[in-house]
């Protein structure tokens, strides 16, 4: 049986409870999101061919101090790094490293910052030079994924409705659905409950009630959904080596719906697509 409670009386620490946040926890949001996507809207000059994902890492650090904040997966369970960079077949948790980007590459920039203790999670896909039209159409589909997700959400429904709207939409455009990720309750916590699954049905998961913060941030494969994780134990890869691609918001349920903290103050969440 799932529980809620008040997140400003909670632990520190996940119970597997669902935190209800009230105004101010929702004030510290939007102020430590706005700084993500900020971020994440630096990053669209500078992704380009020839630039290595440790140069965009390095830059995610120093932004972060720059503005007080610290990146949330920085020594996070032994991870090294200010950021996530995941390049073409790479799904997820793809390592910065000094291998330069090359031209039609997509890269997915995951960024998480914590400012005054409130965790702002979002990822953006980046084309690299000139891309193919079939990795510009996975863009366009899995942004489209995230937003449709993102529709589905409201007080009394469930959370099943997010992965359904998702999958419905995913399937339908010949892609697939990764299963082995999912988004996540945050807040004061960098991964709490609930966890959001990006396919299902619509009766199925917890029900969504006001105060809830959490991620939505589908994966979507031009080929099969399966993966795998590399011997690094973070980095996942389709197994058939086909593009990945993911978007992802932080968002807070309101009264009427949900609110989108991580939105770009500058029209940027889909950088390199058509407005």
Known sequence: MVSYLDAATAPLRNTGQIRLYGA???EGMRKACALTARCLDE??????????TEAIDR?????????????????????TKSSCTSINHVVCHGIPDNKPLKDGDIVNID???????????????YPVGTVKRAAERLLEVTHECLMRGIAAVRPGARTGAI?????????AERCSVVR??????VGALFHDAPNILHYGNVNEGVEMREGMIFTIEPMINLGRPHVKVLSDGWTA???????????????????????IFTLSPKGLDRPGLPA
């Open 43 to 52: 990053l669209v000059d500078r992704v380009a061919p020839g630039v290595t």
């Open 163 to 171: 992965g359904a709207a998702i999958q419905t939409y995913a399937e």
């Open 180 to 185: 082995d990720f999912c988004g996540h309750g």
């Open 24 to 26: 101010d926890a929702f």
């Open 111 to 125: 960024v998480t910052y914590i400012l005054d203790g409130w965790h702002g999670d979002s990822s953006r896909m």
């Open 237 to 259: 890869v389709t197994r058939d080596r086909s593009l990945s691609a993911q978007y992802e918001h932080t968002i807070g349920v309101t009264a009427n719906g949900c609110e």
């Open 59 to 79: 830059f995610v650090f120093e932004f972060g101090m720059d503005h007080g904040a610290m990146p949330a997966t920085l020594n996070y369970r032994g991870y």
